[in-house]
């Protein structure tokens, strides 16, 4: 789901790292790949964790937070669930799910397994319309006498994000699959039947899916509901949008011809969204470009970090690829942003200032024993800059010692000049040592 996650630390660290994390809010990823059938296959092939603890433990978390309630003790099979989200151990999470369905049909019981035991998307879709007929009998039931008290009213929210997230998960499947318009039309039904779920970021799912299908005129809709001023921004939108401006322009575009020419108003809107979408997240440019290497994306992502970075582009690089020249424009202008920001970290251009904050965060939330985490990009200085600064720094130094010592100073010059010299000397006694006098004569004259 991509709602923030609710626990930004874990409780009770009060190692400094963690408490750097908890200052920069963390979102739930909304493409996550599935456990079993991606993450684990992963693990076996490349022998590899693709997923950090604490990105694994904020997955705990919000999983008890969307899918318990205050009285699941009621019901023996969403006691054990309960008991088994909280559960480290996956293969006693997966007991526990399979004991909760020999009492009754438990959609959280079907979730956990459809994420965790299956090894396909296959079997995991076939597990989520288990899941979806049980949820749907909960959410109707709870539906009835939410209005009857404080404890139904939470059993009525917990059946509802258990059934956005199984509609949700399903689309998904679907996606995957290549079933791309039935995906596009799951999205749209679940958007429409649960307006208010924003924050849940559906439309991020809705948006690569219409990229999948070529559908641009879609896309456009959507952004131009989402890529509103009052709503939070994502490196999805702000590089979906960008995507859509540079696809106008990008067949025909040729730095050589616009150095001459100066760029058309089209061509403009299009750096114009390249510089707004790169000052938001920095990071992905280098993986668009493939001049950094992809990893599967974290369960977790931190707003214009490195793991939003990651996210996007492991799904959205085929997307760029297939508009041609987006790349290229991309690699002729994304640089230019830096010049519009020359204190990033001070004061931004179009969003706040870029938060110091995410490399901390990225660092636990990415697996850095076989990724380096990117870095803010630093302005690098040119090389005439550096050595005069040097050169005016050694010259001041100079003078303020001759000042300060000028016998000791004196002594020093005259030591470093005879030997500056001393080569020259031994040149010039070895030359008269083989020249004839007479000749030597006339060339000092001369």
């Known amino acids: 789901m991509g709602l923030p996650s609710l626990s930004k630390c874990h409780n009770g660290d009060t190692d400094s790292n963690r408490q750097n994390v908890s200052e920069c809010k963390v979102w739930r ?3 996550n790949l599935f456990r079993g059938a991606e993450y684990n296959r992963y693990t076996w092939v490349t022998g590899r964790e693709p997923l950090t603890y604490y990105d694994m433990n904020l997955s705990a978390q919000d999983h008890q937070t969307f899918f318990t309630c205050d009285s699941d003790h009621l019901r023996p099979a969403d006691a054990i669930m309960q008991k088994a989200w909280r559960e480290r151990n996956p293969q006693a999470r997966i007991s526990a799910a399979h004991e909760a369905l ?9 979730i956990l397994l459809a994420e965790e035991e299956v090894t396909t998307i296959v079997e995991a879709e076939k597990l989520f319309k288990q899941a979806l007929k049980a949820g749907e009998g909960c959410y109707r039931r709870s539906q009835q006498l939410q209005h ?3 404890q139904y009213e939470a059993q009525h929210r917990r059946d509802t994000n258990v059934l956005v997230y199984i509609k949700r998960r399903l689309a998904m499947c679907s996606r995957k699959l290549g079933r791309t318009r039935e995906a596009v039309k799951m999205m749209r039904d679940l958007m429409k039947e649960f307006p208010l779920l924003s924050m849940f970021n559906i439309h991020e799912n809705l948006l690569e899916a219409l990229l999948e299908l070529q559908a641009y ?31 106008g322009v990008s067949d025909k575009f040729s730095p050589e011809a616009a150095s001459r020419r100066g760029l058309s108003t089209a061509e403009m809107n299009a750096v114009e969204a390249i510089h707004r979408a790169v000052e938001f997240n920095p990071h992905v440019p280098k993986y668009l470009l493939e001049m950094k290497s992809l990893i599967l994306p974290p369960e977790h992502i931190l707003k214009r970090g490195d793991s939003e970075a990651l996210a996007y582009t492991f799904f959205h690089l085929q997307h760029w690829k297939r508009v041609e020249g987006a790349l290229n424009l991309l690699h002729c202008t994304w640089e230019g942003t830096f010049r519009m920001i020359p204190y990033p970290l ?23 024993v076989f990724h380096e985490v990117s870095v803010y990009p630093k302005k690098e200085l040119p090389f005439f800059i550096l050595f005069t600064a040097g050169l005016c720094s050694f010259t001041a130094m100079l003078a303020l010692l001759t000042h300060q010592f000028p016998e000791l100073m004196g002594v020093f010059a005259k030591a470093f000049l005879s030997t500056l010299f001393a080569p020259l000397n031994f040149i010039m006694e070895k030359v008269e040592s083989v020249l004839p006098s007479s000749l030597w004569h006339q060339l000092t004259r001369i």
């Not at 005129?217 to 979906?240: E, G, N, R, W």
């Not at 001070?346 to 850095?368: M, N, Q, S, V």
């Open 346 to 368: 001070e004061k931004g251009h179009l969003f706040y200032p870029y938060p110091i904050c995410t490399e901390t965060a990225d660092r636990e939330l990415l697996p850095t």
């Open 29 to 31: 990823n909304p493409l």
């Open 102 to 110: 020999e009492l009754e049909d438990c959609a959280t019981a079907y």
């Open 148 to 150: 009857h008290g404080a």
């Open 217 to 247: 005129a879609d896309v456009q809709a959507v952004l131009a509901k989402y890529d509103d001023i009052s709503l939070p921004k994502s490196a999805t939108i702000c590089y979906t949008a960008a995507l859509l401006k540079a696809r």
